[in-house]
């Protein structure tokens, strides 16, 4: 069932080009603007100013990326899946595709910053460890809460609302840890934040698991 | 009068809390000095928050397994007070901090950890104001509160013990851990910290009974 969901997901997306192609350019767009504002003096980009940057961009692509997920969907599909799927594979094949999602826009993000801003990354290794654990965190986090502002009104200003203050430790971790792969520290030096990290995930993916059950039933 | 024995209690040990802290003696620390007072009066803010949030977040667990107008009022006005008593252990925090390390804002882990703290109830509270439904309402905001506590729990118990902080208590600075925490403090701090509490409650009680009653107020409206 979470397959068949998934291969939903990923059929939609792909028929609606118009939506990822979005996204990337927003990701473009302020990727550029950054090297814009940035390229008016030389060697202003130092690595924790990249670093900002670049989470900065990489939260809003996220939040807008996977707010999508069920603020876009329309009224009479809802009824429709409800009738035929549980809401337990709902939720898991929508948290995989998001995951996957922004894993992709993180990579892009991270191509993006080396063309423009130059790559301060000393462990590429680490670095990627950690984006795939952020996209897990923002995939888990932001699905739930996507699915609540849905149903609420101005749905969209609601959703920033709602996930900033909780995808803010998540993104502490990440910062922390990309500053470590500047510094070319190493495994050692980071292995305590990732596993923070995974801790959150798997705390923050238990509990959408459980609650979401309750939102779908509305 | 049986009934209302811990809100005699709660006044006795707050009265014994204000006198004691004041003119007890205090052990003389480096940096701190009198200023250690702020012991009984802002750390167990901290304690009444989580206790109301918790007690929130219980109530949020049981609306959704039983959805009751009262649950969710008893939820609400937890989250409510809660919030409350962030804000007054962020301002003493601050008052405290002026005196001590030179400014009101320090940029302190723990400082930020609070401060995104009470943005996760400032956030459940506009979702509450955005939903016109009253049954999705409680619904939605159950969710969050549970969803939102969850994700405080990092925040608040795990991250300031990784990072190194100037807050009394961890990094190495003196404060609240069982080797520095004189037993004359403790004589004080520990019923300062339950009649805290028991204000807290007392202060969400007296809210649930002016929502109930307003609630009544408007159905005899209706009838009328």
């Known amino acids: 069932m979470i397959a068949t969901l998934f291969k939903k997901e990923f059929t939609l997306e792909l028929r609606r080009k118009s939506v990822v192609s979005g996204l990337v350019l927003y990701l473009f767009s302020t990727a550029f603007i950054c090297y814009l504002t940035f390229n008016l003096r030389q060697n202003l980009v130092t690595p924790l100013v990249w670093s900002a940057l670049f989470w900065i961009t990489i939260l809003f692509t996220a939040v807008n990326s996977v707010a999508k997920s069920f603020i876009g969907e329309k009224k009479g599909r809802d009824i429709y899946y409800y009738s035929i799927a549980n809401p337990a594979s709902i939720i898991l094949s929508k948290i995989l595709y998001n995951f996957l999602l922004c894993t992709l826009l993180s990579a892009s993000g991270y191509l993006l910053f080396f063309l423009f801003l130059g790559d301060p990354i000393y462990d590429k290794l680490v670095f990627a460890v950690l984006i795939l654990l952020t996209s897990m965190g923002f995939a ?22 709602l996930s900033f203050p909780i995808v803010i430790s998540i993104l502490l971790m990440a910062i922390k840890v990309t500053k470590n792969c500047i510094d070319g520290l190493g495994w050692d030096a980071s292995w305590d934040e990732m596993l923070t990290l995974l801790s959150i995930n798997c705390l923050v993916a238990a509990v959408s698991y459980l609650l979401f059950p309750y939102i779908w039933r509305s | 009068m049986v009934k209302n024995w811990w809100k005699i209690v709660s006044i006795l040990l707050l009265v014994y809390t204000l006198i004691a802290g004041f003119l007890m003696s205090v052990p003389r620390l480096n940096i701190i000095n009198e200023s250690i007072r702020a012991l009984y009066f802002h750390v167990p803010m901290w304690f009444g928050m989580i206790v109301m949030f918790s007690v929130s977040t219980i109530y949020a667990i049981k609306y959704l397994r039983n959805p009751t107008t009262k649950n969710d009022v008893l939820s609400v006005e937890f989250a409510n007070t809660g919030l409350f008593f962030g804000l007054l252990g962020i301002t003493t925090g601050m008052i405290w901090a002026n005196y001590t390390w030179g400014s009101p804002w320090h940029g302190d882990p723990k400082q930020n950890g609070a401060a995104i703290a009470l943005l996760v109830y400032l956030a459940y509270f506009v979702l509450r104001g955005s939903v016109e439904n009253q049954e999705q309402r409680s619904r939605l905001s159950a969710v969050y509160n549970i969803f939102a506590f969850a994700a405080m729990i990092p925040l608040i118990f795990i991250i300031p013990r990784m990072t190194s902080s100037m807050h009394p208590g961890s990094g190495g600075n003196p404060g609240f851990n069982m080797y520095d925490l004189d037993s004359r403090m403790r004589m004080v701090f520990y019923p300062a910290v339950i009649g805290w509490i028991l204000l807290g409650v007392w202060i969400a009680t007296l809210r649930i009974r002016i929502r109930k009653a307003e609630e009544q107020i408007l159905e005899l409206e209706d009838y009328a």
């Not at chain 1, 888990?140 to 609302?161: C, P, Q």
């Open chain 1, 140 to 161: 888990t986090s932001l699905t739930l809460l996507s699915s609540i502002a849905a149903k609420a009104n101005n749905s969209n200003i609601l959703m920033a609302v």
